[in-house]
């Protein structure tokens, strides 16, 4: 019971530590238009600033996927939840969990083979910057890998317990409005 309490705990602060980089990379988005505003205002020029924004973009929205998940900030249409009887909400949930987790994980392993091949290839952006593609495209990929872990989380806790761990701050507001 030890290890699983202990599973649980690392898992929740995976999750957590995942937010968290998604709001330090938001935050690194307002430093880089902060900091080109400053450039062009002196007369300077911040060359890639564009192309790192976008970077910290996909990193932001990657990395918050799965936390958001698990704080119940995805949208759930749970209209048809409701409606029905618990073992039939049980079964449509596991379904969901199911399918999300395996295109989850089918996301992870081509994103894998994605910046695999970047680094392979030593590709580097078009832009002004010309840094390696593979750095910004790992985020994706850690990104989608806990997002994975996350779904298969919910959907082992769904199967064993009958009900889900989504925090029910947000989904319980959310009745298909």
């Not at 530590?17 to 007369?43: C, D, E, N």
């Not at 949208?75 to 409701?82: D, F, G, K």
Request: proline share 3%; with cysteine; glycine share 8%.
């Amino acid at each position: 019971m030890a290890a699983l309490r202990q599973l649980r705990t690392g898992l929740d602060f995976l999750y957590r530590a995942s937010g968290v980089l998604g709001a330090i990379f938001l935050i690194a988005i307002l430093l880089l238009i902060v900091v080109q505003m400053l450039a062009r205002w002196t007369g300077e020029v911040f060359p890639g600033a564009p192309d790192y924004a976008g970077y910290c973009m996909a990193a932001a929205s990657f990395f918050a996927f799965a936390n958001a998940l698990h704080r119940g900030a995805h949208i759930r249409v749970s209209i048809v939840l409701n409606a029905v009887s618990k073992p039939v909400r049980r079964i449509l949930e596991i379904w969901c969990f199911g399918i999300g987790a395996a295109t989850a994980w089918y996301l992870s392993y081509y994103a894998y083979r994605f910046v695999y091949w970047s680094w392979k290839f030593n590709e580097v952006s078009q832009g002004q910057d010309a840094s390696p593609l593979w750095i910004p495209q790992s985020s994706m990929v850690i990104g989608s890998v806990v997002l994975a872990i996350a779904l298969t989380d919910h959907l082992i806790h769904v199967i064993v317990s009958g009900d889900h761990r989504i925090e029910s701050d947000l989904v319980e507001q959310s009745h298909g409005e």
